[in-house]
C-alpha cells in the first residue's frame, strides 16, 4: 500500500464503523522521574495521535523518552515516573465515547489494557511466562479478556499461532525450546490475542537477526492490513522506520523534534537531528556516502540546558537556539501539510554547514588536533 | 599452540586477501576448529576449519549473525579458548600460551576489545586504575610519573580530553561512548599489535557509533594495528572494512573484498544478509512486501552433513545436503563455498571471466 494513503483503508472492511480521528490522541504529555536529586524531565509536552490502521515510527536513542512516552501512556510506567500533565485520549470501534487514560479508575484501565491497547515488549525472554507453555499463555490472554469457552479459547489460540508464522505443534512447547525469533512472534500473537485497535511495540526485533527481523517485520505489516489494527513502533533504527511507517515521530532529550511522513522525513528531513540521524546510518545498498554521525552525547536529562536541548551537539546552533519555546511548527515547503519540525531555524533546503562549524559544538572534538 | 606441526601447514586460503595490500602479515588463524562437548555425546562445532590472516594497518570484517560462531573465533585468537585442531600463527611463529610468562606475552600483542563497555569495566574502581594496570604490567615502568604520563598519553588517543577530567572518574560517571573510550584506551595500553574488536558499537546509540569507527578507524592507521572487527552489522563492515568474511554455522561461507562482496554477494547465505538489512531509501518496502515463509536457523535444526546452509537455501539439492561445499573462486581475491555459484552468482562470476579472457 502507499504510504500516504487513507489509515481508514486499511483492513476496514467488514468491521464496525469507527468514530472520525485518531484512535489515540497524546496532548501535552510529560512525565517526570522524581528522584532524591530532583525531578528528571523524561518527557516534556509531547503531541502525538495515531490514526486507525497507521503505523507510526518513534525513534529516538537511549534516554530520550521514546519508552517512558508510550509507558505512561498506556499508564504502566511506574514510581519514580510520575505524569505530571497532559492527557491521552483514546477513541476505539467499540467504545462509545472517548476516554481520557490518564484518568480511568482501575477497572476501567483494567479492561482497556490488552483488550484495546496492547504491547509488545523489546525482551520476549522476560516477557514470556518460562514455566506455562505457550498455548497456556495465550489462552490466559483470551479468557482474562473475553467470555469464552476453553474450547474456542484454545482454537483462538492455535489460529494466533498461524498467523504469526509457527506451526501448531509448537503450542505445546516452553519459552525456553522456541528461538529468539519464535518468541517474538509469540509475544506479537499474545499482543494481537483479542483484537485490540492499538499496538504499541517496543524495540520488538532489535535482538534477533536481521533475516529474522525483516521476516517479522513484514509480518507484522501483513497482519496490521488485515486486522487494522495501528501501531506505534518504538525503535533507535531510524532505517528500519522509513521502510515500515507511515509516519515517524523524532524524539531527543523528552520532547518531539520533527514528525513527517516516512517520506517528508527521508527527503526533505526539516530538524538537524534528524538530518543527524539519517547521516548516521552506513547504508549497504546504492553508493557509499560520506557519513558524518553526530558529534557529543546525549543530553542529561536532569540537567537540560535553556531553549533546544540538542543545541550542545548541533552543527546549526545560534545563540537565539537558547531562548525557542520547542513547540512544533509546520514546515511550510513539506509536501506532508501534518510535517512539522521543533526548530524555526532550519529548513528542508538550509545547506549544509560547513564541517568545522558542524563541529563547533563538540568540545571533545575542539581540543583534538 | 601445543600442536608443533602446525609450521609445515599450507598459508590459508588460495585467494590473496583484499587486506594485504595494507602492510606486513600480523596474525594467521589456520584450519581453526573448536568444539564444545555438550553433554550425552552430542558436540557443538562451534568454529569448523576457519581459516584468515590480518594484516598491519588493514580491517578484516567477520560478519555473521548470532551464534554463527563469530565471538568464538575472537576467543580463540585471544587465547581465552583453546582450538581443538588447527593452529594461531602470530609473525609466522606459532603461537605457544604453555606458561603464564608465554600467556602474558601473548597478550601484550593481542588485545581483545568487548561488546558492552557497562559490563567490561569494573564499577568500584577508577579509570586511571583500568588504565595504569595494563601499563605497568605489559610496559614494566613502575615509576609513579611515567605511567601517569602514559596514562594521560592513552586518554588523549581516544579522545577523552582534557584528560585530567577523565582519570578520576568512575564508569557509572561515563556515558555509554565514553566508557568504550576507555575499553579502546585499555586495549592499547600494551601497544598491541593485533586488536580483536568483538561488536565495539553495537551497543552504543546510533548517533555515536560513526565516530566510535571513525576513532577505530585512526587508531589503527596510527598504531599500524592489525584490526579484526566482529559485527553481525554487514552496513557498517562494508564502510570499514578492507575484507570481509562472512560466518555460518561456524564455517567461512565467503570472503572477499567490502565493497564487491557487499555490492554482488556470490553466497546464497550473504544474497540473503544483504536483502534483508534494513535499507533507508527503500520507503516503505515492508509495508508493501509479503512475510516470506522461511525457515530461520533455529527452525530447521542443524544440518546433518552437507552444506549448513542447505536447509534455508533456494537453490540447494541433494548433492547439497550431502556434501560440504569447499571454497571455490568468485574472482581474484573473492571465494565462496557454494556448489552453485553459477546459479547463485551469475554476474560475479560472468566478470571474472571477463577478466581472465
Known amino acids: ?22 484512535v489515540l490522541e497524546i496532548r501535552d504529555f510529560s512525565v517526570v522521574y522524581r528522584t532524591p536529586a530532583g525531578d528528571l524531565n523524561a518527557v516534556s509536552e509531547v503531541n502525538l495521535a495515531l490514526n486507525p490502521g497507521e503505523v507510526v515510527g518513534l525513534v529516538g536513542e537511549s534516554g530520550s523518552g521514546k519508552s517512558t512516552l508510550a509507558y505512561a501512556a498506556c499508564r504502566i510506567a511506574r514510581p519514580p515516573a510520575l505524569i505530571t500533565g497532559g492527557s491521552v485520549r483514546y477513541l476505539g470501534r467499540r467504545a462509545a465515547a472517548p476516554v481520557d487514560v490518564t484518568r480511568l479508575r482501575p477497572g476501567d484501565l483494567q479492561r482497556l489494557r490488552w483488550r484495546e491497547i496492547a504491547i509488545v515488549f523489546q525482551s520476549a525472554m522476560n516477557a514470556l511466562n518460562p514455566v506455562l507453555s505457550v498455548k497456556d499463555q495465550l489462552v490466559d490472554v483470551i479468557r482474562a479478556h473475553m467470555r469464552v469457552t476453553g474450547q474456542e479459547a484454545t482454537d483462538k489460540a492455535a489460529w494466533l499461532i498461524d498467523l504469526v508464522g ?35 511495540m517496543d524495540e520488538p526485533t532489535t535482538a534477533l537477526d536481521v533475516v529474522v527481523q525483516r521476516d517479522i517485520l513484514a509480518r507484522i505489516a501483513e497482519l496490521r492490513e488485515e486486522l487494522g489494527f495501528a501501531v506505534l513502533f518504538i525503535t533507535h533504527d531510524l532505517s528500519l522506520l522509513l ?24 527527503n526533505g ?10 547521516n548516521s546510518f552506513p547504508s549497504l545498498h546504492g553508493p557509499r556516502r560520506e557519513l558524518a554521525g553526530i558529534p557529543g552525547s546525549p543530553p542529561d536529562l536532569r540537567n537540560l540546558p535553556p531553549g533546544c536541548p540538542f543545541l550542545p551537539r548541533c552543527g546549526y546552533g ?15 515547503s513539506s509536501a506532508d501539510p501534518e510535517h512539522q519540525t521543533a526548530c524555526p531555524f532550519v529548513l528542508p533546503d538550509t545547506p549544509l554547514p560547513q564541517p568545522d562549524q558542524a563541529r563547533a559544538g563538540n568540545p571533545d572534538l575542539q581540543v583534538q588536533s | 599452540m601445543s600442536d608443533r606441526d602446525a609450521i609445515v601447514l599450507p598459508p590459508p586460503g588460495g585467494a590473496p586477501s583484499a587486506a594485504a595490500d595494507r602492510g606486513p602479515l600480523a596474525m594467521e588463524a589456520v584450519s581453526l576448529s573448536k568444539d564444545f562437548r555438550l553433554g550425552r555425546g552430542q558436540t557443538l562445532h562451534a568454529v569448523r576449519d576457519v581459516s584468515f590472516s590480518l594484516y598491519r594497518g588493514a580491517v578484516v570484517a567477520l560478519v555473521g549473525e548470532s551464534g554463527s560462531g563469530k565471538s568464538t573465533v575472537a576467543k580463540l585468537l585471544a587465547g581465552q579458548e583453546r582450538p581443538s585442531s588447527g593452529a594461531i600463527r602470530l ?11 608465554a600467556f602474558r606475552l601473548y597478550k601484550s600483542q593481542v588485545q581483545l576489545v568487548f561488546q558492552d563497555p ?30 601517569g604520563k602514559e596514562v594521560t598519553a592513552l586518554l588523549e588517543q581516544v579522545r577523552l580530553t582534557p584528560a585530567e577530567q577523565f582519570v578520576g572518574k568512575y564508569p557509572h560517571e561515563l556515558s555509554g561512548g565514553q566508557r568504550q573510550r576507555v575499553s579502546f584506551a585499555r586495549a592499547l595500553a600494551a601497544r598491541p599489535d593485533v586488536l580483536l574488536a568483538d561488536e565495539p558499537v553495537s551497543m552504543l546509540d546510533v548517533s555515536i557509533r560513526l565516530e566510535m569507527l571513525s576513532l577505530l578507524d585512526d587508531l589503527r592507521t596510527r598504531f599500524q594495528l592489525a584490526l579484526l572487527y566482529i559485527t553481525h552489522d554487514i552496513a557498517s563492515a562494508r564502510y570499514f572494512a578492507d575484507e570481509i568474511l562472512v560466518m555460518y554455522a561456524g564455517q567461512i561461507v565467503e570472503r572477499g573484498p567490502a565493497e564487491q562482496l557487499t555490492q554482488q554477494p556470490a553466497h546464497p547465505y550473504t544474497q540473503l544478509l544483504v536483502a534483508s538489512a534494513p535499507d ?23 544440518a546433518t552433513g552437507g552444506c549448513p546452509f542447505s536447509p534455508r537455501c533456494p537453490f540447494a539439492d541433494d548433492r547439497c545436503r550431502t556434501e560440504n561445499p569447499p571454497s571455490h573462486p568468485v574472482s581474484a581475491r573473492r571465494s565462496a563455498a557454494c556448489w552453485h555459484l553459477d546459479l547463485a552468482a551469475p554476474i560475479a562470476l560472468d566478470r571474472t571471466q571477463e577478466r581472465q579472457a
Open chain 2, 280 to 302: 533507508p531509501d527503500n520507503l516503505g518496502s515492508l509495508l508493501r512486501e509479503t512475510a516470506p515463509q522461511r525457515q530461520s536457523r533455529a527452525d530447521t535444526g542443524p
Open chain 1, 166 to 200: 509457527i506451526s501448531r505443534s509448537r503450542l505445546r512447547s516452553y519459552p525456553h525450546e522456541l528461538s529468539g525469533g519464535m518468541r517474538q512472534r509469540v509475544m506479537i500473537a499474545m499482543a494481537l490475542a483479542v483484537d485490540p485497535e492499538v499496538v504499541i
Open chain 1, 269 to 278: 528531513p526539516a530538524h538537524p537531528y534528524t538530518k543527524g540521524l539519517l
Open chain 1, 1 to 22: 500500500m502507499a504510504v500516504n494513503a487513507s489509515p481508514a483503508a486499511a483492513g476496514a472492511a467488514g468491521r464496525p464503523s469507527r468514530p472520525p480521528g485518531p
Open chain 1, 243 to 266: 521502510e515500515l511507517s507511515d509516519r515517524i515521530a523524532v524524539m531527543y532529550g523528552g520532547r518531539l523534534m520533527e514528525i513527517g511522513s516516512a517520506t517528508e522525513i527521508h
Open chain 2, 118 to 147: 557497562f559490563a567490561s569495566l569494573n564499577p568500584v574502581h577508577t579509570v586511571r586504575y583500568h588504565l595504569e594496570r595494563p601499563v605497568r604490567l605489559h610496559r614494566q615502568t613502575n615509576s609513579r610519573a611515567a605511567v
Open chain 2, 91 to 101: 609473525d609466522g611463529q606459532p603461537v605457544e600460551l604453555g606458561t603464564r610468562r
Open chain 1, 318 to 332: 545560534t545563540p537565539a537556539c537558547t531562548e525557542i519555546d520547542m513547540s512544533l511548527a509546520h514546515v511550510t
